[in-house]
């Protein structure tokens, strides 16, 4: 019995295994957001409908207007259209629709937690790489293209081959303001955006232990960039307490007896990974992404890299490439970068820790004249419990601006875009050539060092300015 | 799915690494259905200067290639977003086979799902091809997908792998829905075996 939490979650959902490898895996939950309408078309033409819509839940992100929460008032008419038909197919077949203005609306890899449909040792999969995040409660989880999804929604299966095994240990005590954000960043540059390439990450050690819930979701959400087929942590007592009293979490004596079968999951002791990689928590300080993958991480007080020091010619000629995009000199310091523009949000940073970070920034101090600044929560269930808590008020005395929620900036599919030339610090995940709009130019950080950054103007490093430093 | 078993044809090179799926097709043109001909979108931004005309550097603006139907890229091609778009906009512009060193997991699948092929070749063998139909624009490359190799303009003959089930596929252009509902008495009985437990 020396398997790996990967290894039992999958031999569980086994159905057949063919003799050319291939293997027919059921999948307990499927969940779908308004950019699924390609499937339900290829389901149609088919003559097809979903086999288990039960087993289904969707929620509109990727086109909704971040500041009306009515579909009517979504401008463009293509991005309506999009969350009509969620809308419309949802119903058609009896699936669960979070809808939009509605309790539980929200970035479908934060409604899927916040819900209690993402449980330990279960698999689950939706149209978008993001779904690595659910992983953090322990589940097998991962992105899956739209033809694939059609095949989900009609079979409740999908044919895979069993990737590789990657153990990433990150040992030792975070620094204060060092979150899940900056671990996965850390990790990205040292293996690089193609290190997991293959393989399902279970992320292990005691500053993984030491991580929120959130910290953990984080971190599971860029194991795509990375390269990672997904992401994992064994689930804990933090994970059970995160769970606990959820809408779909099991209750009373089937709550019972999932602890008992979820507590089976982890990685046997003596588990063995296809590959091994370890990190040193306690040395990892902040991070801030200067070039165009997400590998192109440094700390706060790193400067701009300088292509010569590259290790070959075409790492050089990358390096001096995305520094033109970028509009960067090599040996500029990090903290003399002045941004234009500061998003707070995405499946990687819009849960209720993000926004309090954040906000315990924000809070006393003002956005500097030159940067526009968001917030985007993550689901009205963040949103509502972050106004419950005052931090809206927060935010909007500071003078960021406090916006309903969606995929909004991260990748911009509802027309929220940086204009060409401006720089955004932002809590996402990809810091692609024109992932926020042809031309802009997107830093990756935590939400706490997005909000010093829109005090200051620049990049600073949030511990500097929480101690009057900066 | 169209099949796939051979092809001789124009390889355009695409040398940089980690090309993501951002790059290949950018967000605004994902609310656009499959029936729409992607052609148009494929490196929308990229292939474009700043003022909007064609930028003449860029691969795929250029005569020689202007007819390419395989692509030939540096490491991590495609990764990034799951957008099965960027597959469609690859084959809606004449695309069948994509040659690199390693792929994004998502598109690799994809591409098989939607009739171009992925081909994953050692990194100095990738790069050897790229210097020789760099040097020479318009060179042309063999791909059997029954014998599984790749031939480079020099003649020199490469091997590569691929799933034996998705290789099945593609050479009969099979989608996989047909074939998986064969299994349905094994989906039923597992599904009876699963148990109320795991539903939700």
Redesign the interface.
């Given at each position: 019995m020396s398997e790996t939490m990967f290894e039992k979650i999958w031999q569980k959902h086994r159905?057949?295994e063919?003799e050319?490898?291939?293997t027919?895996l059921?999948v307990?939950?499927h969940l779908l957001h308004d950019?699924g309408?390609?499937a339900f078309?290829?389901l149609r033409n088919?003559g097809?409908k979903p086999r288990a819509p039960?087993?289904i839940f969707a929620t509109p992100d990727?086109?909704v207007s971040t500041s009306s929460r009515k579909v009517e008032e979504i401008e463009d008419e293509?991005?309506r259209?999009?969350v009509e038909k969620l809308d419309r197919n949802t119903r058609e077949y009896g699936i669960k629709q979070f809808g939009l203005g509605t309790e539980g609306q929200g970035i479908v890899h934060v409604m899927g937690p916040e819900q209690g449909?993402s449980q330990p040792g279960?698999l689950l999969v939706c149209?978008?790489?993001h779904t690595s995040t659910h992983g953090a409660v322990g589940a097998l989880a991962f992105?899956?293209?739209?033809?694939?999804v059609?095949?989900v929604l009609?079979?409740?299966?999908l044919?895979q081959?069993k990737?590789k095994t990657m153990r990433i240990r990150v040992d030792g005590r975070l620094s204060d303001q060092v979150t899940g954000k900056d671990v996965i960043l850390a990790i990205i540059a040292k293996i690089g955006?193609?290190g997991g390439?293959?393989h399902v990450l279970e992320y292990t050690g005691s500053a993984i232990r030491g991580l929120s819930m959130e910290g953990r979701l984080t971190l599971c959400n860029m194991s795509?960039?990375g390269?990672g087929?997904a992401g994992m942590v064994a689930p804990d007592d933090t994970t059970f307490q995160y769970i606990a009293g959820r809408p779909?979490a099991p209750k009373g004596a089937?709550w019972d007896?999932?602890l008992e079968r979820w507590r089976a999951l982890p990685s046997a002791d003596d588990a063995v990974f296809d590959a091994e990689v370890s990190l040193d928590g306690s040395a990892i300080s902040p991070m801030v992404t200067w070039g165009?993958?997400p590998?192109d991480a440094l700390p706060i007080d790193g400067r701009i890299p300088d292509p010569s020091s590259a290790a070959d010619a075409?790492r050089r000629e990358?390096m001096a490439?995305m520094l033109v995009y970028m509009g960067l000199e090599a040996g500029t310091p990090l903290s003399e970068v002045a941004v234009d523009r500061v998003f707070i949000g995405s499946c990687t940073n819009s849960r209720i820790e993000d926004m309090r970070a954040a906000a315990a920034v924000a809070k006393g101090r003002k956005v500097a004249g030159s940067v526009r600044a968001w917030v985007v929560p993550g689901s009205e269930g963040v949103k509502r419990q972050a106004e419950a808590e005052g931090l809206h008020e927060v935010f909007r005395a500071a003078g960021f601006e406090w916006r309903e929620p969606g995929c909004s900036m991260c990748?911009?599919?509802n027309g929220d875009i940086a204009q060409?030339g401006e720089r955004v610090a932002s809590t996402s995940n990809?810091n692609?050539?024109?992932?926020q709009g042809?031309?802009a130019r997107t830093h990756l950080l935590s939400p706490a060092m997005a909000a010093a950054a829109a005090i200051t103007g620049r990049f600073t490093d949030v511990r500097r300015l929480l101690a009057g430093e900066a | 799915m169209e099949a796939f078993r051979t092809m001789d044809a124009v390889a355009v090179p695409l040398p940089r690494p980690n090309i993501d799926t951002d790059q290949i097709i950018p967000a605004r043109f994902l609310s656009r259905p499959r029936e729409v001909d992607h052609t148009e979108f494929l490196f929308h931004d990229a292939r474009r200067l700043p003022d909007g005309e064609q930028n003449p550097d860029f691969a795929l603006n250029r005569e020689a290639w202007r007819n390419a139907r395989i692509v030939v890229a540096g490491k991590n091609f495609a990764c990034g977003s799951s957008r099965e778009s960027a597959v469609w906009a690859l084959f809606d512009a004449g695309f069948r086979v994509a040659i690199a060193p390693s792929f994004g997991d998502i598109f690799r699948n994809n591409g098989m799902k939607n009739g171009l092929l992925p081909v994953m070749l050692p990194a100095d063998v990738v790069e050897n091809i790229l210097a020789q139909i760099e040097a020479d624009p318009g060179a042309r490359i063999q791909v059997d997908l029954p014998a599984q190799t790749v031939t480079a303009p020099d003649g020199s003959v490469h091997a590569f792998e691929v799933d034996p089930f998705a290789k099945h596929c593609l050479l009969e252009g099979l989608d996989e829905i047909g074939l998986t509902q064969s299994y349905e008495e094994e989906i039923a009985a597992f599904e009876r075996r699963f148990g109320r437990e795991n539903v939700r």
């Open positions: 159905v057949l063919r050319d490898g291939q027919l059921y307990d939950t950019g309408a390609t078309d290829f088919r097809l039960e087993r990727h086109y293509r991005h259209e999009m449909l279960i149209g978008d790489s992105g899956i293209g739209s033809t694939e059609a095949h009609a079979t409740q299966t044919w081959r990737p955006a193609a390439t293959g795509i960039e390269g087929r779909y089937a007896a999932a165009n993958s590998e075409e990358q490439r990748l911009g599919t060409p990809r692609f050539m024109g992932r042809p031309g | -």
